[in-house]
């Protein structure tokens, strides 16, 4: 098996060489475990604070020990009642080639006529935190004008079109061109934040959507909730998914200046972590699977190819290179 290993916690941006390719002669499989040929490697935002070597809401990293994510893979072999070779499994051993695993971890992956490496995105946990950011968090509703950051993103992009069928108007914050055109072919208003300070910003998002907004989806922070919070309509939920642009940041972001804009238009503003939440899993299942069979639902993959790429894959996310979901294919 070949897989990644963090020589040390970065400090700010990690750099490529705190990541090293190592190898091991696997062991025969004990009773119960299963060996896997991973297919596609997930890498996530949430990863960086597990390489900060302090426990959050997950443990950190171990050094020198394989880095963990989400993976798809093969069975090729087993000694588990459950699976046998050829069938199709997730599970959190990525960063590897191969994984070899007790049977009782791994998932079997949903048979919905939908390529494997979509239950890593759409249809996976950055999917999965749309949804429940949008239905549990925020309380969306019919109508409801809808700002999301990081728009076009893994989970930005199917919060905007989850919130866009339910008829109001939805601003989409995102980097690069492409982006924004991608976002204006599926009918969402998009306001680019590059170059802008939080008061052009604010402005630029008053011009989308002069009425303001009953639901802020946050995947950024800093100049984006900033601007977000001056454009809030009275009674608006804002769920706090993620942070991205402090995470390689040394010094505590610092708060915006305008908190008590939440006190004057009576909003209310909740993080939440999607681990909490997987019970429901089935059920977005159930309601999203079929609307992304039939195409109802666009997703836009990322791919790099080979175990090699992992960490460039992982630290271009940090850069704004994937549009959708970052992969890397094996
Ligand atoms: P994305 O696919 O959205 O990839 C990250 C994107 O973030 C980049 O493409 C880039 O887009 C944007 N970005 C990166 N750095 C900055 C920056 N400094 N300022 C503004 N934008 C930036 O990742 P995910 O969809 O997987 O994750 C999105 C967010 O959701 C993250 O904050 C993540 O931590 C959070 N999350 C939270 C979970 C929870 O349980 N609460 C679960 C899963 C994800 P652009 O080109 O537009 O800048």
Not at 37 to 47: A, I, Q
Not at 80 to 102: C, E, P, S, T, Y
Not at 162 to 186: N, Y
Not at 289 to 299: C, H, K, N, S, T
Request: some cysteine.
């Amino acid at each position: 098996s070949r897989y990644f290993t963090l020589r040390d916690y970065p400090k700010g941006t990690p750099s490529r060489e705190l990541f090293e390719l190592r190898s091991l002669e696997l062991p025969g499989l004990d009773d119960g475990e299963v060996r896997i040929r991973n297919t596609w490697l997930s890498v996530d935002p949430y990863m960086r604070g597990r390489m900060s070597g302090v426990k959050t809401y997950v443990a950190p990293f171990e050094l020198d020990a394989p880095l963990e994510g989400a993976a798809i893979g093969e069975v090729i072999e087993s000694r588990h009642a459950h699976f046998k070779a050829g069938d199709k499994v997730r599970h959190m051993a990525g960063w590897r080639d191969i994984a070899q695993l007790k049977g009782d971890v791994l998932e079997p992956l949903p048979d919905m006529q939908i390529p494997e490496q979509a239950f890593l995105g759409v249809l996976g946990m950055p999917g999965m935190t749309a949804w429940t950011g949008l239905n549990r968090i925020a309380n969306l509703r019919e109508g409801d004008n809808v700002l999301v950051s990081a728009a076009s993103g893994a989970v930005g992009s199917l919060a905007v079109q989850l919130a866009k069928a339910r008829g109001g108007t939805v601003v989409g914050i995102a980097g690069a061109a492409d982006k924004l055109e991608w976002l204006e072919q599926h009918d969402i208003r998009a306001v680019s934040y590059k170059g802008k300070d939080a008061r052009q910003l604010s402005a630029d998002l008053k011009e989308a959507c002069p009425e303001g907004f009953d639901v802020y989806y946050e995947n950024v922070g800093g100049d984006c909730l900033e601007a977000a919070l001056n454009n809030l309509k009275v009674g608006a939920r804002i769920a706090i998914c993620g942070f991205i642009s402090s995470y390689n940041e040394e010094a505590p972001a610092q708060g915006p200046s305008n908190l008590a804009n939440l006190l004057v238009q009576r909003a209310r503003m909740q993080g939440f972590i999607i681990f909490d939440h997987w019970t429901e899993y089935p059920h977005f299942l159930e309601e999203v699977g079929p609307r992304v069979a039939q195409g109802e639902i666009d997703y836009e993959e990322t791919i790099e190819e080979g175990l090699e790429c992992t960490p460039d894959a992982f630290l271009k996310l940090f850069e704004g290179a994937n549009r959708g979901k970052m992969l890397v294919r094996l």
